[in-house]
C-alpha cells in the first residue's frame, strides 16, 4: 500500500479516517488488527470511483503505473490481490453506480498488462465494458 499512496496523496490524507472506520467495523478483538490488503485496496478502488466520479483524475497516471508495475513485476500474491481485489472493486463500483462505459473510462489509464488484467475478469464475468450490457450464455 505504500506505493498506492505516494501515488494518490488524495487518499493518503484521508488513510488515518479509513483505519479508524476499520476499527469501527470490525467486532470483538480484531478490530485491533491492521486491515488487510482486500480492505486496504478496496478503499483505494472507491476513492479512485470517486476521483473519476469528480473528474479528479491527476493521480491516475501514477496510481495505474503502480498497478502496471505490480501486474508485471510482482509475486503473485500481490498480483493476484491487485487484479481480483482492485482492478475487480473498480469494475463492480464504478459499473454498478454509472454502468459498463462509466467503469470503462478507467483504461485511458491502463497500461498493457493492466488491460490484459481487465480482460481477464470481464471474460470470467461474462461482461463488457464497452456496451454495458452482459453477453446471453
Not at 488488527?33 to 479528479?56: C, K, N, Q, S
Not at 491487485?82 to 485511458?108: E, H, T
Request: glycine share 10%.
Amino acid at each position: 500500500m505504500p506505493a498506492f499512496l505516494g501515488a494518490c496523496p488524495s487518499l493518503e490524507e484521508a488513510w488515518p479516517e479509513e483505519r479508524e472506520r476499520w476499527r469501527s467495523i470490525v467486532p470483538g478483538p480484531r478490530a485491533d488488527d491492521e486491515p488487510g490488503i482486500d480492505y486496504d485496496l478496496g478503499v483505494l478502488a472507491h476513492h479512485l470511483v470517486w476521483l473519476l466520479e469528480t473528474d479528479r483524475t491527476v493521480e491516475f497516471p501514477a496510481v495505474f503505473a503502480v498497478v502496471e508495475r505490480v501486474l508485471v513485476e510482482g509475486d503473485a500474491s500481490i498480483r493476484y490481490p491487485v487484479q481480483v481485489g482492485l482492478l475487480a472493486d473498480l469494475g463492480y463500483i464504478a459499473s454498478g453506480q454509472r454502468g459498463w462505459p462509466f467503469a470503462a473510462r478507467f483504461r485511458a489509464w491502463f497500461g498493457p498488462a493492466t488491460n490484459r488484467a481487465w480482460d481477464e475478469l470481464h471474460e470470467m464475468w461474462g461482461t463488457s465494458d464497452s456496451s454495458g450490457n452482459v453477453p446471453e450464455g
